[in-house]
């Protein structure tokens, strides 16, 4: 299968800072990425979808202004959650289109 | 909102088949039935995917009724490492892959 990574896999922040995350497809190239959220004891939530070259496509209820998606490459995406607070806290998981879906690893966030 | 419908939880004796069971009942005629697990704090991994017949891989095998209304994902000789919550979901392919993610099934296996 292919390999999709992100970077960090784990990030403290304090509340009213902004964090940066990464999401890369190792083997290959993805014109579509997707970045979903997890609480605790939930399923996944679709935020947006990256598309390469063009603005992203945010889900019904998230803030294009606080969770800002470049897609600059076809194998990169970041996510950057902007002023973040502690409600934001969550479990961040990318994934890049190929034949399937390839998901990453998914970034533990914590704003204290 | 998710178009599908699982048990929150199951359990399954190590050796054993584990069969999940799924309802789509809206799916249209050229969704797809996508499952995916994911094992505690990772990323979710893709099992199988079908449209209308049959299909198995190396991970499993996936049997749709003939309606479409329904599946079944079958682990043929399921181990602890297969622990995880399963999802089903039911996607165009080829749309860029768009997936919403219902609450899935916490299956257990147990020794």
């Known amino acids: 299968g292919a390999v999709v990574s992100q970077h960090p896999s784990r990030v403290i922040c304090k509340s009213g800072t902004s964090v940066k995350i990464e999401c890369r497809s190792l083997?290959?190239?993805?014109?579509?990425m997707f970045w979903y959220r997890q609480f605790p004891k939930q399923s996944l939530m679709l935020m947006a979808t990256?598309?390469?070259?063009?603005?992203?496509?945010?889900e019904q209820g998230v803030e294009k202004d606080k969770f800002l998606i470049n897609h600059a490459s076809l194998t990169l995406s970041t996510l950057t959650v902007t002023s973040a607070h502690p409600e934001d806290s969550s479990f961040y998981i990318c994934?890049?289109?190929?034949?399937?879906?390839?998901f990453g690893p998914g970034t533990r966030l914590t704003v204290t | 909102d998710a178009k599908t419908t699982q048990p929150p939880s199951m359990d399954c004796a190590e050796g054993r088949a584990a069969n999940l069971p799924c309802n789509h009942s809206?799916?249209?005629?050229?969704?797809?039935v996508y499952w995916y697990r994911q094992i505690h704090s990772q990323g979710p991994q893709y099992i199988i995917h079908?449209?209308?017949n049959n299909e198995t891989n190396e991970m499993a095998s996936l049997i749709i009724t003939e309606d479409r209304k329904s599946s079944t994902l079958i682990l043929p000789h399921a181990t602890l490492r297969d622990t995880a919550v399963y999802y089903c979901?039911?996607?165009?392919?080829?749309?860029?892959?768009?997936?919403?993610f219902g609450q899935g099934t916490e299956l257990s296996v147990k020794p």
């Open positions: 079908g449209l209308k």
């Open positions: 809206t799916i249209s005629g050229n969704e797809y």
């Open positions: 979901i039911v996607s165009f392919y080829n749309q860029g892959g768009k997936l919403i």
């Open positions: 994934s890049g289109s190929r034949d399937e879906q390839y």
């Open positions: 990256s598309n390469e070259g063009s603005k992203a496509t945010y």
């Open positions: 083997d290959f190239q993805a014109t579509t």
